[in-house]
C-alpha cells in the first residue's frame, strides 16, 4: 500500500512503540526522539494524512482524536502545568510521517514564537 506510513505500522504493532495511552480512537506512543521532558505523539485510528484532509464530514472523528489528546494529556499529568500541541503540515512545517498525528510536548517552559 503506498500510503503504508511507519505509523500504520505502529498501529498494526507492527513495529514496537512505548505506548502511553490507546482507547477505541487514538493510540498514544512517546516520541522516539523527544524534544521535551514529556512527548508523546496521539495517532488517530482513522487515517489522514495531514490536517489539510480533514473535512466537514469528519468532525465527530476529529472530536474523537482531540478528546484523545485531552485524555492523554490528563494521563501524562500535563493537565495542570499545560503542554503544546502541534500538528506539523506540510513541507513547510517539516512534517516528515504522512499520517496525521498531535505532538504533546510537556514538562518544562516552552518558549514563543517556536523555530
Ligand atoms: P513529524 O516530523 O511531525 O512528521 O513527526 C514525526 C515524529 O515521529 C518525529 O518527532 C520523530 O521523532 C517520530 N518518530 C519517528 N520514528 C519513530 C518511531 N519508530 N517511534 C516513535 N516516534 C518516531
Not at 54 to 83: C, N, P, Q, W, Y
Request: net charge negative; proline share 6%.
Amino acid at each position: 500500500m503506498s500510503d503504508d506510513t511507519l505509523f500504520d505500522k505502529i498501529l498494526r504493532k507492527e513495529i514496537p512503540a512505548e505506548v502511553v495511552y490507546e482507547d477505541d480512537h487514538v493510540l498514544a506512543f512517546n516520541d522516539i526522539n523527544p524534544q521535551a521532558p514529556v512527548h508523546v505523539l496521539v495517532v488517530p485510528k482513522a487515517r489522514f494524512r495531514n490536517v489539510t484532509e480533514l473535512k466537514d464530514g469528519d468532525a465527530e472523528t476529529v472530536g474523537h482524536f482531540m478528546i484523545g489528546v485531552s485524555h492523554v494529556a490528563a494521563e501524562l499529568g500535563l493537565s495542570e502545568r499545560g503542554f503544546r500541541v502541534v500538528f506539523n503540515t506540510g513541507p513547510d512545517a517539516l512534517q516528515t510521517v504522512e499520517y496525521i498525528h498531535a505532538h504533546i510536548l510537556g514538562g518544562r517552559g516552552m518558549e514563543w514564537p517556536p523555530g
